[in-house]
């Protein structure tokens, strides 16, 4: 069967894995499956769909230590082009939610094949009705939003940090500080990766150890010794000699815009 679906399932019990990855498996309009025991690997898998092929859907269950399937499809369903989600799990009551973040369904435990069949139905019409919108032999996907968010440990739980959310980035050796608005979270990761990563999105570098959100810069304000400061309502920056003017042209630019944050 031509143009059949590329499936991710995630769920950290194996013998669910392995259960609900064969019931795919055995549906003649189903062309690979792709198992994830966790929610970190599931992103990573989706991450490099660029280099595999994008997920058609993703079949996530709720239930799971550190990030939760519920707390995965609400990241997923921000991409450039998220899988249909579809969540699987033994409690109702969750229902209210996972649409809320955009499910297509929502299959209770143990699935059933009839069930099963209706869920991957309804996936094949969306799809297809997606494909049929672009010309043959151009990929409707975008590139995916890499380190659109960030896991960060926090006593033995994952939690994941918006980019949206950080007003600046601290260097600490092999590790960076994100400040939010609500507090600091320490993450294992050069500077320059997330550098590279959140240039196009308003970041930029204020000093060798500080990556800044330009948009979060509500004044400049000159310390104690006559060194420049950001001042952002997650704290000061130090902003160097060297950079000063290329970022005073910068919060030029996004006050012309209206974006920065102290004008909205």
Do not use: N
């Amino acid at each position: 069967m031509a143009d059949r679906l590329r499936v991710l399932v995630v769920d950290d019990v194996a013998p669910a894995l392995d259960e609900l990855c064969g019931m795919l498996r055995d549906s003649p309009c189903v062309g690979e499956v792709v198992p994830a025991a966790d929610a970190v690997t599931a992103l990573r898998l989706i991450q490099a769909a660029d280099r595999d092929g994008p997920f058609d859907a993703a079949f996530l269950d709720i239930s799971m230590p550190g990030m939760d399937g519920l707390e995965l499809g609400s990241l997923l369903s921000r991409l450039a082009d998220p899988p249909e989600i579809v969540f699987v799990t033994a409690f109702e009551e969750h229902a209210v939610s996972a649409y809320g973040v955009g499910a297509l369904d929502y299959l209770l435990k143990p699935v059933s094949t009839e069930r099963l069949d209706g869920a991957l139905a309804r996936i094949r019409r969306v799809v297809g009705a997606s494909r049929e919108e672009v010309p043959t032999g151009v990929r409707a996907a975008e590139p995916v939003d890499q380190l659109a968010a960030v896991p960060v440990e926090l006593g033995g739980r994952t939690r994941w940090v918006r980019r949206d959310d950080v007003r600046f980035v601290e260097a600490q050796g092999d590790y960076v500080r994100l400040h939010t608005r609500g507090g600091s979270h320490l993450l294992r990761m050069p500077i320059s990766r997330l550098e590279e990563h959140w240039a196009d999105h308003g970041y930029t570098r204020v000093h060798r150890s500080f990556l800044l959100d330009v948009c979060s810069v509500l004044e400049l304000r000159s310390d104690s010794g006559g060194g420049l400061l950001a001042h952002t309502d997650a704290g000061d920056v130090p902003v160097s000699r060297r950079h000063a003017r290329a970022l005073r042209d910068l919060l030029l630019d996004a006050a012309t815009r209206g974006d920065l944050r102290g004008a909205r």
